[in-house]
C-alpha cells in the first residue's frame, strides 16, 4: 500500500528556535492533513490542505501542500515547550479512502 | 464534554481472553474509525464504518470483530487474545464525504495490555 515518509524521526530544539519537518510519497495525494499527539492523548489535527500548493497557516504553525501533491512540510516558528509531542503527516485520496499516516516526527524542546 | 470518549482508558488482561472496548461520539459525525498504535507509534487503521455499516476492514484478524449499534457508537470486541495485541487502540470519527473526511477526532486511548 501507499507509505509516507516523515522526516526527521526526531528533533532536539532550544525554546525560541524554528522547526520545520516534511513528508514524502511515492505517489500522489489529493488531502495532506498534520497532527499532532500530547503524551497519553489521542492526535489532534493541526492543518488540513485540499489544494495543490496551498500554504496555510495556524497560529506559529505554517503548512504547505506540494505542487507535485506528493509531499507536504509543516513549520513551527519561535517553538515553546508545549510543542512537544509527535507530528504525524497523513495524506488521503478521497473521503472514501483511509488515511495514511506518517511514522512521526518526536520534537523535544528544551528551554 | 468530550467529545470522542472510550473506555477503559487501560487494560491489562491474559493471553487467551476476551476484551471489549466502547466508544461514543457526541459531534454528531455519521464515521467511525478503529486506529491501532504499536510501541512505535505508528498508526494504522483498522476498521471505519459509516452510518453503522461497515466501509472498511484493513486485513485485521478476524478475532476482532467492530459493532456499531448507532452512528454514535463503535466498539470493538477482541476475542482470544494474543500478546501481540498489546497497543493503543484509538477510536476516532468524522463527517461523511469529500470535504473533511480526513479530519479526525481522536479519542484519547485504550492501551491494552496481554500478559
Known amino acids: 500500500g501507499q507509505q509516507l515518509n516523515q522526516s526527521p524521526q526526531s528533533m532536539f530544539i532550544q525554546e525560541g528556535e524554528d522547526v520545520s519537518m516534511n513528508c514524502t510519497s511515492s505517489?500522489?495525494?489529493?488531502?495532506w492533513l498534520w497532527y499532532k499527539q500530547d503524551p497519553g492523548e489521542g492526535p489532534v489535527l493541526l492543518i488540513a490542505?485540499?489544494?495543490?500548493?496551498e500554504l496555510t497557516s495556524n497560529g506559529r504553525l505554517t503548512a504547505q501542500f506540494g505542487i507535485t501533491r506528493k509531499d507536504s512540510f509543516l513549520n513551527i516558528s519561535a517553538s515553546i515547550p508545549s510543542d512537544v509531542g509527535i507530528y504525524f503527516c497523513?495524506?488521503?485520496?478521497?473521503?472514501?479512502?483511509?488515511?495514511?499516516f506518517g511514522k512521526g516526527t518526536r520534537l523535544s524542546v528544551i528551554a | 464534554d468530550t467529545a470522542v470518549s472510550q473506555t477503559p482508558k487501560y487494560l491489562v488482561t491474559q493471553m487467551g481472553n476476551d476484551k471489549s472496548i466502547k466508544c461514543e461520539q457526541n459531534?454528531?459525525?455519521?464515521?467511525m474509525y478503529w486506529y491501532k498504535q504499536d510501541s512505535k507509534k505508528f498508526l494504522k487503521i483498522m476498521f471505519s464504518?459509516?452510518?453503522?455499516?461497515?466501509?472498511i476492514n484493513e486485513t485485521v484478524p478476524n478475532r476482532f470483530s467492530p459493532k456499531s449499534p448507532d452512528k454514535a457508537h463503535l466498539n470493538l470486541h477482541i476475542n482470544s487474545l494474543e500478546l501481540g495485541d498489546s497497543a493503543v487502540y484509538f477510536c476516532?470519527?468524522?463527517?461523511?464525504?469529500?470535504?473533511?473526511?480526513?479530519?479526525?477526532?481522536f479519542g484519547e486511548g485504550s492501551r491494552l495490555t496481554v500478559l
Open positions: 476516532a470519527s468524522s463527517r461523511q464525504g469529500r470535504a473533511k473526511a480526513g479530519e479526525l477526532f
Open positions: 505517489s500522489i495525494f489529493n488531502t
Open positions: 490542505l485540499y489544494k495543490a500548493g
Open positions: 497523513a495524506g488521503q485520496n478521497s473521503g472514501n479512502t483511509p488515511l495514511v
Open positions: 459531534l454528531g459525525h455519521d464515521t
Open positions: 464504518y459509516n452510518n453503522k455499516e461497515l466501509i
